[in-house]
């Protein structure tokens, strides 16, 4: 039986978005699509099939990596987030990639007993976002305790940038970089002889081939999403070859019920939307248990018949309510369009994002993980 909401994922585009972000870089740059989240929301399990000139892989958490093995994948996966101590041993009898930023992390992989295997690697550098990361000056000593060790082989290097999406001036970001460059001196000095090094998130891999090194991670724009407005804009602005995203996802309902209701009648809880007219109300089963924003109530549009719909009233747990006064044929069990296109009416992530007063990665990733994804 079909769902009654779900998610369509256009088949050609995520290796469409991967061809355009290799665009910039030389051929023998690696390409690491980061699936985290459940793919920013998308369906990791779909993504990764549709994928298949990705390099690498990249998680957040052991046992998302876990699930992407259970999946059959079989090319390198690099855990971005962190792995509790006692956990250490599983990720890498798995095979995983673990990126590490604590001393805490190599003297138990140092001690470790594991048969000949090694636990391969990547040093975190804190350069300026104030996240995860290796301080400049715990750099040397870090890097010399995971040479010393059998166990473990310092595979790669990496960074983040804090301030590269959101603004046209990049000093920010070329100063974190002056300081990975330096860290990357400090690691090779100490003894380290790391592979794969890679900084280039999806605003970076646009704006700054510099940034590329060794492998590309993009996340964002994998999924055919802009980072931001401001990095549109540099693109444009810098003379760089502007890449053709196409946004990967649609998301779907249909309509559960019609019902017409008087001027002066009250739409939702709270009583935030009162009729001016004779309305025709279509109840929509979709709400903020899918991920669908309750900032959205009396500010989103739906499309129905390729026409604009206004969400009238509070979002619910799992109701939404549109005024399908103005759309002329709607019917019981109607396709509608909460996110994508329709025709030549579309509603983007990024509008979406602006009606929940935030950005683009929200309000995909949060679409909840237990919805059908359809790849069409």
């Not at 090694?118 to 750099?139: D, F, N, P, S």
């Not at 890097?143 to 046209?168: K, M, Q």
């Amino acid at each position: 039986m079909k769902s009654l909401v779900w998610v369509e994922l256009d088949d050609k585009a995520p290796e469409h978005n991967a061809r355009e972000l290799r665009r910039g870089a030389v051929k023998s740059v690696l390409l690491c699509a980061v699936v985290k989240s459940n793919a920013y929301g998308h369906g990791a399990a779909q993504i990764v099939e549709l994928l298949p000139s990705a390099d690498w892989f990249a998680v957040n958490s052991l046992d998302e990596g876990l699930s992407l093995q259970a999946l059959g994948v079989r090319k390198p996966i690099i855990i971005l987030g962190y792995v509790p101590l006692d956990r250490l041993r599983e990720a890498v009898e798995a095979g995983l990639r673990l990126t590490l930023y604590n001393i805490e992390s190599v003297r138990r992989l140092s001690r470790l007993r594991l048969g000949g295997m090694r636990a391969k690697v990547h040093l975190k550098v804190e350069t300026g976002t104030g996240r995860q990361g290796v301080l400049i000056e715990k750099l040397d000593e870090i890097t010399r305790s995971a040479c010393a060790a059998p166990a473990i082989d310092l595979e790669g290097v990496s960074t983040h940038f804090a301030n590269i999406e959101d603004t046209l001036n990049h000093g920010y970001a070329e100063k974190q970089l002056a300081s990975f460059r330096q860290a990357l001196s400090i690691i090779r000095r100490a003894g380290a002889r790391p592979r794969i090094i890679h900084a280039a998130c999806s605003a970076a891999d646009i704006l700054f081939p510099k940034t590329h090194f060794t492998m590309l991670r993009p996340g964002i724009a994998i999924y055919g999403l802009w980072p931001s407005r401001e990095t549109y804009l540099s693109t444009l602005m810098g003379n760089r070859p502007v890449p053709k995203l196409r946004p990967v996802l649609s998301w779907k309902t249909k309509v559960v019920q019609l019902k017409t209701i008087p001027e002066g009648s009250y739409v939702g809880y709270g009583c935030t939307y009162k009729t001016t007219r004779r309305t025709k109300l279509a109840v929509l089963p979709v709400g903020y248990a899918d991920g669908y924003d309750r900032a959205l109530g009396n500010r989103a549009h739906v499309l129905v018949n390729g026409k604009r719909a206004p969400v009238v009233g509070r979002v619910c747990m799992n109701l939404i309510m549109a005024d399908v006064t103005d759309v002329r044929g709607v019917r019981l069990e109607n396709e509608v369009v909460l996110l994508g296109p329709w025709d030549s009416e579309s509603i983007t992530a990024e509008t979406m994002a602006t009606w929940a007063e935030t950005i683009n990665y929200e309000i995909v990733s949060r679409i909840s993980p237990l919805l059908e994804r359809r790849v069409v």
